[in-house]
């Protein structure tokens, strides 16, 4: 098998730590196949600087640019960072999501997109102190959401000019026992969309509910609204009359 080829390709470091003999064999322009041989180890071993695809070594140890100084990728720890706001860099890659998941007892649901992913993972622990009350539902909805939603456990009194809408923010002679009404703004204008939020929206209140309450889920879809709901796409939505008469109709 000859010792060279035409293709030119990257040295491996290993190739120097070769005798003489078996470098004097590399001709410059020129593949030598010890010199590809090696560097097979050495992108599995230590890695070849490559942060998509880092060596064993650059697992643990991570990545430092030799010229810029710049960390182009951190060690082992980044495997137990879900980093929902951190550089790509700095946290766990997406096909160990599902691994550190379980670490947290959290089933990740194969419909939420990988940032809410991350988000679930990195906040479940948190949430599991608030889970079945007020505070933590409203979380968990907002973490999928990206909006506050609104709770109303339907306790709050008749006040005129505060609390004066029957039926919206008050009731005659408080709620019914253990139950409260929850108010979800969804930002979507795609019917089929809009259903699917629905539905895992009702599925976390399910899940994160005290057993023996029950609700209703109102949602609707943020209109703009300067100073009070002005983000596209986050906060409000825009459209026709038609767009939004037709999800309040399938809602």
Same mark, same amino acid.
């Given at each position: 098998?000859?010792?060279?080829?035409?293709?030119?390709?990257?040295?491996?470091?290993? /190739?120097?730590?070769?005798?003489?003999?078996?470098?004097?064999?590399?001709?410059?322009?020129?593949?030598?196949?010890?010199?590809?041989?090696?560097? *097979?180890?050495?992108?599995?071993?230590?890695?070849?600087?490559?942060? +998509?695809?880092?060596?064993?070594?650059?697992?643990?140890?991570?990545?430092? %640019?030799?010229?810029?100084?710049?960390?182009?990728?951190?060690?082992?720890?980044?495997?137990?960072?879900?980093?929902?706001? =951190?550089?790509? *860099?700095?946290?766990?890659?997406?096909? /160990?999501?599902?691994?550190? *998941?379980?670490?947290?007892?959290?089933?990740?649901?194969?419909?939420?997109?990988?940032?809410?992913?991350?988000?679930?993972?990195?906040?479940?622990?948190?949430?599991?102190?608030?889970?079945? $009350? +007020?505070?933590?539902?409203?979380?968990?909805?907002?973490?999928?959401?990206?909006?506050?939603?609104?709770?109303?456990?339907?306790?709050?009194?008749?006040?005129?000019?505060?609390?004066?809408?029957?039926?919206? %923010?008050?009731?005659?002679?408080?709620?019914?026992?253990?139950?409260?009404?929850?108010? &979800?703004?969804?930002?979507?204008? %795609?019917?089929?969309?809009? +259903?699917?939020?629905?539905? &895992?929206?009702?599925?976390?209140?399910?899940?994160?509910?005290?057993? @023996?309450? @029950?609700?209703?889920?109102?949602?609707?879809?943020? $209109?703009?609204?300067?100073?009070?709901?002005?983000?596209?796409?986050?906060?409000?939505?825009?459209?026709?009359?038609? %767009?939004?008469?037709?999800? =309040?109709?399938?809602?």
């Amino acid at each position: 098998m000859p010792l060279t080829d035409e293709r030119p390709g990257p040295t491996s470091r290993y /190739f120097a730590y070769l005798p003489a003999v078996y470098q004097e064999e590399t001709t410059p322009g020129q593949f030598a196949f010890l010199n590809g041989f090696l560097l *097979a180890f050495e992108q599995m071993l230590t890695g070849v600087g490559d942060s +998509k695809k880092p060596g064993l070594e650059e697992i643990l140890e991570g990545i430092i %640019d030799p010229v810029s100084g710049n960390r182009q990728l951190v060690g082992v720890s980044r495997y137990f960072d879900p980093g929902p706001n =951190a550089a790509d *860099a700095a946290r766990a890659p997406q096909e /160990f999501l599902p691994w550190l *998941a379980g670490w947290v007892a959290l089933m990740l649901r194969a419909d939420l997109d990988e940032d809410r992913q991350r988000e679930f993972i990195a906040n479940a622990v948190a949430l599991y102190r608030l889970r079945g $009350t +007020k505070r933590g539902l409203e979380a968990m909805i907002r973490t999928y959401t990206k909006l506050a939603p609104s709770i109303d456990e339907l306790n709050t009194p008749f006040q005129l000019s505060v609390h004066s809408t029957i039926g919206v %923010d008050t009731v005659l002679d408080g709620g019914g026992p253990h139950f409260f009404r929850v108010r &979800v703004r969804l930002p979507t204008l %795609d019917l089929t969309q809009l +259903k699917w939020m629905t539905e &895992v929206t009702t599925a976390i209140i399910d899940m994160e509910k005290p057993a @023996h309450t @029950h609700y209703q889920l109102n949602v609707s879809t943020p $209109t703009f609204q300067l100073g009070v709901t002005s983000t596209i796409g986050v906060d409000t939505l825009l459209g026709t009359q038609a %767009d939004h008469d037709a999800l =309040a109709t399938n809602a």
